[in-house]
């Protein structure tokens, strides 16, 4: 017996050190299988915006199908699958998709700017008021795309009522916005000649010319761009973006903007939403990396830093 007992501590010491060695190894593996797992999304949901961009909408979205099986809850995912279905006017799939997306994500405009886009494709004016004002509470743009709705109902006075808190509560990007938005107001309520002093007023302040052709934003972006009044490349970008969806000089001006307004993050997604639809313009990808790698720096997210130098370096070999 005395043997027996002076064996057991042993065996105890014995079991405690493989019971640690086999925790470690299982969370190794949980390491790499979570890397493994959040590289294949990533390979998918770029493989499915470059399908996208070049009109394969049903290998797009078996491609983002695959990313669901990887990360359900991700709304992005949702969001581009909404626009797919969108574009192929099946606007059942399309409402499931963007709300999952807009519920997951209150504060980010773009989905709900989408969602209000395909209440209007519908003529649902109601619907698209409604959400805006379920979600008027996460940032000043989409109090703007609320007051826009205000607008198109003929509710003039609480459009203007939505555009003047706006312009005082928030910084010189809102403000020229709430402008805009303000112009288009008065156009509908007021004397053409009192429109037309309010719009040379508008010019003496740097607003300009508006413009609705891809070379008239171009222009007007390069020209803001090498100025450096980044708010203002932001929101021209913004437009531009709107207006003409599948042009990448746009996305990179936008996320040029957002890099130099704070937003480095959203600068990201932004270029890489543009790179899904270049096609041959080694200039303009090196300009997309160059922003991604100042906005990863700002990040302090050294691993995708050195992806980003290794994409740069191919482009010049």
Known sequence: MKVVYSIRPL?????????????????????????????TFQENFFEALKQKGIGNYDKALHYLTQCKSLNAGEPAVDFEMGRIYLLNRDYMAAE??????????????????????????????????????EYQDQGWEQQLIMAGLYLKKGDEDKALAIVERVNNNHGP???????????????????????????????????????????????????????KRYDRVLLKSTD?????????????????????????????????????????????????????????????NEDKIKEIDSKIEQLHN
Not at 12 to 21: D, K, R, Y
Not at 177 to 203: C, F
């Open 11 to 39: 065996i105890l010491a014995a079991i405690f050190c493989f019971t640690g060695v086999l925790c470690a190894q299982v969370e190794e593996n949980a390491d790499i299988t979570t890397e493994v797992v959040e590289d």
């Open 96 to 133: 499931d998709h963007l709300l999952r997306a807009v519920k997951a994500a209150p504060s980010n405009v773009w989905y709900l700017n989408e969602t209000v886009h395909l209440y209007l494709e519908q003529n649902a004016l109601d619907k698209a008021v409604a959400i805006t004002e």
């Open 173 to 227: 990007l809102a403000e020229a916005a709430a402008h805009r938005m303000k112009l288009s107001i008065m156009e509908k309520t007021e004397p053409e000649e009192e429109v037309q002093q309010e719009a040379e007023t508008s010019a003496t302040r740097g607003e300009g010319e508006e413009g609705n052709t891809p070379d008239h934003f171009r222009r007007e972006l390069k020209t803001l761009a090498d100025q």
């Open 240 to 300: 531009a973006v709107s207006n003409f969806p599948a042009q990448p000089e746009f996305y990179y001006y936008r996320a040029l903007g957002l890099l130099h307004t704070g937003d480095p993050e959203q600068a990201v997604a932004v270029a890489e939403e543009g790179l899904a639809y270049l096609l041959e313009n080694k200039e303009l990808e090196l300009r997309f990396f160059q922003i991604m790698k100042e906005a990863y720096t700002e990040l302090g």
